[in-house]
């Protein structure tokens, strides 16, 4: 009788799962037909912003889908094999500049030291905080409360920022490359030459490359194309100066007025009664002709960045120094993972929470998906009286009202 009854408990039981599951696959089925209103990140007003890798141990994605890198390097192969020998026709491959690219390499390196010049100042009248743990930055007289510290013993705090006073230097950062005397006879830094070749900025090397000499750092200028036999570059030339016609292209866009202006604004920002919203108007729009200046050189003169640290190297080639210490390193013995680079490896934007009211509260963790977003320097120029750029209304969240603390448990 025990048995009987066991039977049919476990029959009902079993009629009770089929239907459960059979309403359960029909409303799996029904919800798929809806289009999903969020992204893969769960907030559609950020996808204008660069998301940071979730997983460190993961490689950049690739600016060029891989299909067209092997094409290309297929038809690469194709044409060395029916022209061993070939004369390099097209700039800068052949070791020549560019010519339309020349005047567009001075205003980008003339910008970098306008942005620079104007920080200096501005970071006197707006504060700069910066956690001591993290990278992360604020731009305000009080650091935010949104907890998102990923620094050592962060867990502890719970995630909360540790702030401290910053710098130029938090707002904006360049990272270095190599110097490359000669970018196509010796395109690679190896790893015993490490310390003799210097390093600087790698927007200033990319200027350099694209005809701003430096007498700090000389660059070898030719006035023919070289040569390429089975992949390897030859250079036919033994030229130990610039001739001049060539030197008159290299300085025809560094004249006097060009400096004139570096000297006024110098004595501008050295006078005390500046006028705080233009210096800060002139420093956001360098900021979008260095930027835009460095993306069209960048589609003409090769930028490599390391596919797991941000190691960058201006050049037809990385480097071969031993340096990185990025995950999967052991297996390439300390050497980087070169992939084609992007704006934001060249020039770090370090993108910053925005401030409505700089003498209000701060901000809130409870109300981070109301805030807006914006690179350090557009952040620290708008707060100075620079008008809001129109390409970063929508990431900056202008027409989003935070609810008071009263309100946000009744915002859906």
């Not at 001075?106 to 942005?115: E, F, G, S």
């Not at 060009?258 to 004595?267: P, Q």
């Not at 900021?287 to 090769?302: L, P, Q, T």
Request: proline content about 7%.
């Amino acid at each position: 009788m025990l048995r009987k009854t066991l039977l049919l408990q476990i029959s009902r039981l079993n009629q009770l799962h089929c239907r459960f599951y059979q309403n359960s696959s029909l409303s799996s089925e029904r919800t798929q037909n809806f289009p999903s209103s969020t992204d893969s990140n769960g907030d559609p007003m950020y996808s204008d912003v660069p998301k940071p890798r979730a997983d460190k141990s993961q490689r950049k994605p690739y600016p060029t889908p891989m299909k067209e890198l092997i094409r290309r390097a297929k038809q690469e192969k194709e044409l060395r094999k029916f022209q061993p020998c070939r004369l390099l026709e097209h700039p800068p491959a052949n070791g020549l500049l560019v010519p339309e690219l020349v005047g567009v390499a001075h205003r980008v390196y003339r910008a970098r030291q306008l942005i620079l010049a104007g920080l200096s100042k501005l970071v006197q009248f707006i504060p700069v905080q910066r956690c001591r743990f993290c990278y992360e930055v604020h731009i305000g007289t009080v650091g935010h409360e949104i907890r998102t510290c990923t620094g050592p013993k962060s867990g502890s705090r719970s995630a909360n920022h540790v702030w401290r006073k910053g710098g130029v230097s938090d707002v904006i950062f360049f990272p270095k490359s190599f110097h490359l005397y000669d970018r196509v006879g010796k395109s690679r830094v190896v790893h015993d030459d490490r310390h003799s070749v210097p390093r600087i900025p790698a927007i200033s090397e990319l200027c350099i490359q694209a005809g701003v000499d430096v007498e700090k750092y000389p660059s070898k200028r030719r006035t023919k194309p070289v040569y390429s036999m089975e992949g390897r570059i030859v250079d036919f030339e033994s030229v130990a100066g610039i001739d001049e016609m060539e030197s008159n292209l290299f300085f025809e866009n560094v004249n006097d007025s060009e400096v004139g202006v570096l000297r006024d604004l110098n004595l501008e920002l050295n006078d005390e009664d500046i006028n705080l919203i233009e210096l800060s108007t002139r420093t956001l729009n360098s900021w979008f002709e260095m930027v835009g200046g460095a993306r069209k050189i960048m589609e003409k003169y090769s930028v490599w960045t390391c596919g797991y640290c941000p190691e960058v190297q201006v050049g037809p080639k990385g480097h071969k120094v031993r340096m990185c210490k990025a995950s999967k390193h052991q297996s390439r013995n300390g050497l980087h993972a070169w992939q084609e680079a992007t704006i934001d490896d060249l020039v770090c934007p370090n993108y910053v929470w925005h401030v409505r009211d700089m003498n209000g509260p701060p901000l809130r963790n409870d109300l981070k998906r109301y805030y807006g977003k914006a690179p350090a320097v557009v952040e620290l120029c708008v707060q100075a009286g620079a008008p809001v750029p129109d390409q970063y209304r929508s990431m900056m969240r202008l027409d989003v009202v935070p609810p008071e603390r009263d309100e946000a448990d009744l915002v859906a």
